[in-house]
């Protein structure tokens, strides 16, 4: 009987500790929203050489905090925590530069979105 008592709260140590886990979305929902951006886009967005953002991916895929999502052999990065890897890695200046230049590529989907939606 200790046994199963043993494992229901392990079973509830692991859902609490699932529940503390901050909701990620869903990589589609995140693309669409500028939120996750092909590689070469990131590292442009970034002002960092591709393979190095690869090399990010790469080292954070294993982690509790992945950079990006491989889908079909393409690394899609998480531009959120690609501004904080900018921040712990190349300071605060190169972050906010990134982000200058991530807000206005997301203008600029906008735009081209509201001109399919008009066409």
């Not at 709260?9 to 859902?15: D, G, K, R, V």
């Not at 929203?33 to 590689?39: K, S, V």
């Not at 690609?82 to 735009?111: F, P, V």
């Not at 081209?112 to 066409?119: F, H, P, Q, S």
Request: glycine residues 6%; hydrophobic residues 40%; contains cysteine.
């Amino acid at each position: 009987m200790s046994t199963d008592t043993e494992h229901a709260a392990l079973l509830e140590q692991i859902a609490a500790e699932l529940r503390e886990r901050p909701h990620q979305r869903n990589w589609i929902a995140q693309f669409r929203d500028c939120e996750a951006l092909p590689l070469s886009r990131a590292a442009e967005i970034a002002g960092a050489d591709p393979e190095t953002i690869r090399r990010w991916c790469v080292a954070a895929e294993h982690t509790d905090r992945p950079l990006g999502y491989l889908v079909g052999g393409l690394w899609l990065v998480d531009m959120p925590e690609l501004m904080r890897q900018l921040e712990t890695r190349r300071g605060e200046r190169a972050c906010r530069a990134a982000e200058a230049r991530l807000e206005k590529y997301r203008e600029q989907q906008s735009i081209a979105l509201l001109g399919c939606a008009t066409a």
